[in-house]
């Protein structure tokens, strides 16, 4: 049976995204840091690299894919992924406006869900058949599927910066357990698995 499943970058000290998140730093300030280990050490962490880009659908929110900011994104703004992204699959955007479907090169098809995480998680199943569905960010949408009780796997990839603030992954998660089931790692990242117990 599929998964959900989510995968996602933080800070030594629990930051996704560095302060004062921008459309020139949609990470904020530090936040691509904490990254380096996807392009700078790609053989030594092909495992990971791959398994973020294995589900058959994506669910995301709004500044994942438009940047900061509660507003309505202009008409012509096509995300921060270019004219390829990687997903090459179905992804369900969170958020408070409506827009049509956005396909995109390569496969991948923005689809824009402003009925909750439980819909865009119905959605995103159906899409994604026996294949694992994941929740690729930001921090304040894997909050709401884990408050959920909506996740089966964390894969958290920790790097070893300190961002001091930002968008911390895990304030305000309450009745969480984990049970860590694989650690590996290399100079600029920890992975760590975790199955979520409910």
Same mark, same amino acid.
């Given at each position: 049976?599929?998964?959900?499943?989510? #995968? !996602?970058?933080?800070?030594?000290?629990?930051?996704?995204?560095?302060? &004062?998140?921008?459309?020139?730093?949609? =990470? @904020?300030? $530090?936040? +691509?840091?904490?990254?380096?280990?996807?392009?700078?050490? *790609?053989?030594? &962490? /092909?495992?990971?690299?791959?398994?973020? =880009?294995?589900?058959?659908?994506?669910?995301?929110?709004? &500044?994942?894919?438009?940047? *900061?900011?509660? %507003?309505?994104?202009?008409?012509?703004?096509? $995300?921060?992924? @270019?004219? +390829?992204?990687?997903?090459?699959?179905?992804?369900?955007?969170?958020?408070?406006?409506?827009?049509?479907?956005?396909?995109?090169? @390569?496969?991948?098809?923005?689809?824009?869900?402003?009925? @909750?995480?439980?819909?865009? !998680?119905?959605?995103?199943? +159906?899409? /994604? %058949?026996?294949?694992?569905?994941?929740?690729?960010?930001?921090?304040?949408?894997?909050?709401?599927? =884990?408050?959920?009780?909506?996740?089966?796997?964390?894969?958290?990839?920790?790097?070893?910066?300190? !961002? $001091?603030?930002?968008?911390?992954? =895990? #304030?305000?998660?309450? &009745?969480?357990?984990?049970?860590?089931?694989?650690?590996? %790692?290399?100079?600029?990242?920890?992975?760590?698995?975790?199955?979520?117990?409910?």
């Amino acid at each position: 049976m599929s998964q959900v499943t989510c #995968d !996602l970058t933080i800070s030594i000290d629990g930051f996704a995204a560095g302060p &004062n998140q921008s459309l020139t730093e949609p =990470l @904020g300030e $530090g936040g +691509e840091l904490m990254h380096r280990w996807q392009f700078e050490e *790609p053989e030594s &962490n /092909a495992a990971e690299r791959e398994g973020i =880009l294995a589900a058959g659908a994506y669910i995301m929110g709004r &500044n994942m894919f438009a940047g *900061p900011g509660p %507003g309505a994104w202009a008409e012509e703004w096509r $995300g921060w992924w @270019g004219e +390829e992204p990687p997903y090459h699959a179905p992804v369900f955007v969170l958020t408070h406006h409506r827009r049509e479907p956005l396909e995109m090169q @390569g496969g991948t098809t923005f689809n824009f869900v402003t009925d @909750g995480i439980e819909s865009a !998680l119905a959605q995103a199943r +159906e899409a /994604a %058949g026996s294949k694992d569905v994941a929740v690729a960010g930001g921090a304040q949408t894997v909050r709401q599927f =884990l408050s959920a009780g909506l996740i089966d796997e964390l894969r958290l990839h920790i790097a070893p910066i300190l !961002l $001091g603030a930002g968008e911390r992954l =895990l #304030d305000g998660v309450a &009745n969480l357990t984990l049970e860590p089931t694989e650690v590996s %790692g290399t100079s600029l990242v920890t992975h760590v698995r975790y199955r979520v117990i409910r």
